[in-house]
């Protein structure tokens, strides 16, 4: 079974659109991620939900909505699709975050791979 | 603000050869760090990481990093490296302790292994 598994795998589409990009995993963690890969293979987080609480907003632009039905779950909604939004997205999973650190190993998704024409 | 510095942004080498991909950070703060890596067209997965104690990090598929306070580096090491080595190499940084639990990724090295 798939740890982190995302949907689509490719996105092709107009600018102006309006998409998603879904998120799940079943790993039973509390926190989950997205991060923005561009074509340099430059990786940023976007956003961070703990226990369907936002905990890490980057400076992201507000046409990037994160939503979290349920701890399993992390969607990605982006409106009005600019050229620069094409990257590949990456959803990925871990334990709480806590101070030790003990935990901080992060599960990755295949990676959504976007793009705006 | 926490940086990290992948010196190579590839680093071609013989199989069986050794290798070492440079990672130097820069944080105010103690950091924990991290060495993932990213398989052609798939996600990232981890390979090891430093959180305390000794300073020699040993990770899968054969890997280690050192911690090197003064030098503020993580460099990762591989004695004999194989064809299926190949791949992306991201060194990732972030805060000890406190309530910052953003990882800063580096901007990758392409480890390429010829035959």
């Known amino acids: 079974d798939t740890a982190v598994s995302q949907t689509p795998k490719y996105l092709v589409t107009q600018m102006g659109n309006d998409k998603s990009i879904k998120c799940e995993q079943n790993l039973g963690h509390d926190t989950m991620y997205w991060y923005k890969q561009d074509s340099k293979k430059f990786l940023k987080i976007m956003f961070s939900?703990?226990?369907?609480?936002?905990?890490i907003n980057e400076t992201v632009p507000n046409r990037f909505s994160p939503k979290s039905p349920d701890k399993a779950h992390l969607n990605l909604h982006i409106n009005s699709l600019e050229l620069g939004d094409s990257a590949v997205y990456f959803c990925?999973?871990?334990?709480?975050?806590?101070?030790?650190?003990?935990?901080?190993?992060?599960?990755f998704g295949p990676g959504t791979r976007l793009t705006v024409l | 603000a926490q940086s990290v510095t992948q010196l190579d942004s590839q680093v071609p080498v013989f199989e069986e050869a050794p290798v070492e991909l440079r990672c130097n950070y820069s944080s105010s703060v103690s950091v924990y760090l991290f060495w993932y890596v990213q398989y052609p067209n798939q996600g990232l997965q981890l390979l090891l990481k430093y959180l305390s104690g000794s300073t020699l990090v040993k990770g899968i598929n054969g890997f280690e990093a050192e911690f090197n306070k003064s030098q503020t580096s993580f460099h990762l090491r591989k004695p004999s490296v194989h064809i299926s080595d190949t791949a992306e190499y991201f060194c990732a940084v972030r805060d000890s302790g406190g309530s910052n639990y953003k990882l800063t990724f580096g901007k990758g090295t392409l480890l390429t292994v010829n035959p």
């Open positions: 990925a999973s871990s334990q709480a975050p806590t101070a030790s650190g003990l935990f901080d190993e992060q599960f």
């Open positions: 939900y703990n226990n369907k609480e936002l905990i």
